[in-house]
């Protein structure tokens, strides 16, 4: 590995490395022995073709891309640890150069993990009444960030956008209204499109809600067939003379819908709820990015404090703690603490243990401000 360049400004490093021939050489020969399965080559079976039928029928570069990704994390995280760099957010590969002969040069860029000098964090006096805990609480690190000295990285600000974002999008998708919502808000759509009604993405999201409203009762948000099917077919009637087909139509439309939504991914139902969701509160994903921006960067310096509060008061986690939160989320989620284990990764577990370790010692010493 050469460094070719690094450069640190506003706590983003941009960084090029080029990966000399030998070491690509040696990603290449990884590269095959992992990826040969997804090679078809006639008269060998899968993942026994030879590398060399593999590059006469695919190209020379066939593994090439493969060995980058061998490469690339390798040696970025090589880079950080000879030199001490604590990295934000997930770094971009923004450009490949091959090189004549072998080997290649990569640039990286990243955001920097800032640093972070604290002011006074222990029995601050605040505006806010303990008995409203989450207000309290609120208060009481604000106005330990308003001591710290700490630039946020927008890197950061991002990171934590998304994961305020998935975790807004999962409650939403754990309320079955919103998932009715978007059967509701598919199958009226698709009933003007092939009514030739022409109606706006907000317009169709509304009178989906309308048409819910009237159609699904009790806690167990029960649907009445016969009466979802009358008001969609009223609303059609609205803008159009319906033909005698439509009601069959109107039954191919809603069972389509149906076979669409099993074969749908976790992914894109948690995503469909979340759009009917916002359809109720005329957003789209893009106005709640917007406005969820300041939740995303207080919550980024709330935690560019925690860990510097962890750091400054030795607050450590022990494997008992650790092994607790994992039986916790076991039991949240359903699964098997063994594959709890297995796909979660400990590190930033111990971490979010710190950090709620720090804040309570900062909130645990804060005082109501005397009136």
């Not at 640890?81 to 080997?103: D, H, K, Y």
């Not at 009637?237 to 669409?260: A, N, Q, W």
């Not at 990764?345 to 900062?362: N, V």
Request: proline letters at 3%; hydrophobic letters at 40%; aromatic letters at 6%.
């Amino acid at each position: 590995m050469t460094v070719i360049s690094s450069i640190c400004e506003n706590n983003t490093l941009t960084l090029t490395l080029r990966i000399e021939r030998s070491e690509f050489a040696k990603a290449l020969d990884e590269a095959y022995m992992n990826d040969t399965e997804h090679y078809a080559v006639p008269g060998f079976a899968a993942g026994l073709a030879p590398r060399k039928k593999i590059e006469e029928l695919y190209g020379q570069t066939a593994l090439f891309d493969e060995a980058l990704d061998i490469c690339v994390p390798r040696l970025y995280s090589r880079y950080l640890s000879e030199n001490g760099i604590r990295t934000v957010g997930r770094p971009q590969l923004t450009a490949v150069t091959w090189l004549m002969g072998g080997g290649a040069d990569f640039t990286v860029v990243c955001g920097v993990y800032p640093e972070v000098k604290l002011g006074e964090y222990k029995e601050l006096e605040v505006n806010a009444k303990r008995d409203d805990e989450e207000t309290f609480t609120a208060a009481v690190l604000t106005a330990a960030c308003t001591n710290m000295q700490a630039e946020v990285p927008k890197s950061m600000v991002k990171q934590k956008l998304e994961a305020i974002l998935a975790g807004d999008k999962m409650r939403v998708a754990q309320d079955p209204i919103y998932n009715v919502l978007a059967d509701f808000t598919a199958i009226l759509d698709e009933a003007y499109k092939q009514s030739d009604v022409t109606r706006s993405r907000a317009q169709v999201q509304a009178e989906a809600l309308d048409v819910m409203l009237q159609t699904v009762s009790g806690d167990n948000r029960e649907v009445s067939p016969a009466k979802l099917h009358e008001l969609i077919r009223e609303l059609v009637e609205h803008y159009r003379i319906v033909p005698r087909s439509f009601d069959e139509m109107l039954e191919s439309i809603i069972s389509e819908r149906g076979t669409k939504k099993r074969a749908m991914t976790d992914d894109e139902k948690i995503n469909e709820a979340f759009a009917a969701y916002l359809g109720t509160i005329n957003q789209t994903e893009e106005m709640w990015r917007k406005d969820n921006t300041k939740r995303a960067e207080d919550a980024a310096r709330f935690d560019l404090l925690l860990n510097a509060v962890a750091q400054a008061e030795k607050i450590s986690v022990s494997e008992a703690e650790l092994a607790s939160l994992m039986r916790d989320i076991a039991e949240a989620t359903g699964l098997e603490l063994e594959n709890v284990m297995a796909v979660v990764e400990p590190q930033p577990l111990r971490e979010q243990l710190m950090r709620d370790k720090a804040r309570e010692l900062i909130v645990s010493s804060a005082k109501e401000a005397s009136t």
